[in-house]
């Protein structure tokens, strides 16, 4: 079995999971405010040595590149970009909703849902939202359609959507659903799903299985949001004054 070691900090979560043999992978998530830089190496130590296995003896290193919280997402991109360089170990760079919804169609709702088709919508602040489109492909993986979009939650485009997960749920409620052809059942929403290292980690080894790791010096951040500070007058025009 491949030992893949997974890290994702692009939310408020400090998060790294470590693949095994013929095992659940071995994982660390907490939630945090400013304390994952001091918690991430540590943690990578620890999974490490618990087992048995050195740095060397990884095949590869996954990251969630965003996006996600700037501060946070640089953070696990340099992380991992020191410690796969010290070891001459491939990449598996990861995008936060991809991983979302890997962890998504695992959960024993989607499951008894059905769903085929769904959506993955997370609050992205200043009052939009980062959302993609997945389909559940013949191996049961969710797979994108197209690219992960920034908009206003009433942009969001829910039509011939099965489910629909992710933290905009609770953030704008209505607003976000305001697209939808019909009301979605309590069954078909999950509010409360968020990215993890367990997420990078499933899509890294789909990724792994098809070739798809790549050279550390091609790593870096995915950013959706071109601009993540606007004038007064500018956000008065967003706002409608």
């Known amino acids: 079995m491949t030992h893949i070691l997974a890290i994702d900090t692009s939310s408020a979560w400090c998060s790294v999971a470590l693949s095994l043999d013929n095992a659940p992978p071995i994982v660390r998530h907490q939630k945090v405010t400013a304390g994952a830089s001091q918690l991430l190496l540590p943690w990578v130590q620890e999974l490490l040595s618990e087992a048995s296995i050195k740095l060397a003896d990884l095949d590869a290193i996954a990251v969630g590149i965003g996006p996600g919280a700037f501060t946070g ?55 939009e939202v980062y959302w993609a489109n997945y389909r559940v492909g013949a191996n049961s993986l969710p797979a994108r359609q197209g690219d992960i979009h920034l908009t206003a939650p009433e942009g969001v485009e829910l039509t011939q959507i099965d489910f629909l997960a992710g933290s905009a749920i609770a953030e704008f409620g209505d607003r976000l659903l305001a697209s939808a052809p019909s009301p979605f059942s309590s069954a078909r929403l999950d509010s409360s799903i968020g990215v993890s290292a367990l997420g990078v980690l499933a899509c890294a080894q789909d990724m792994w299985s098809q070739g798809l790791q790549q050279d550390v010096h091609l790593l870096e951040p995915l950013y959706i949001r071109n601009k993540v500070a606007l004038t007064s007058a500018e956000r008065s025009q967003q706002h409608g004054r």
């Open 73 to 127: 997402v640089r953070l696990g991109v340099a992380a991992v970009q020191g410690l796969a360089t010290a070891a001459r170990l491939p990449v598996l760079p990861v995008a936060s909703l991809d991983s979302i919804a890997s962890q998504l169609v695992q959960t024993p709702a989607f499951v008894a849902s059905g769903a085929q088709s769904f959506v993955i919508a997370v609050d992205a602040r200043m009052e």
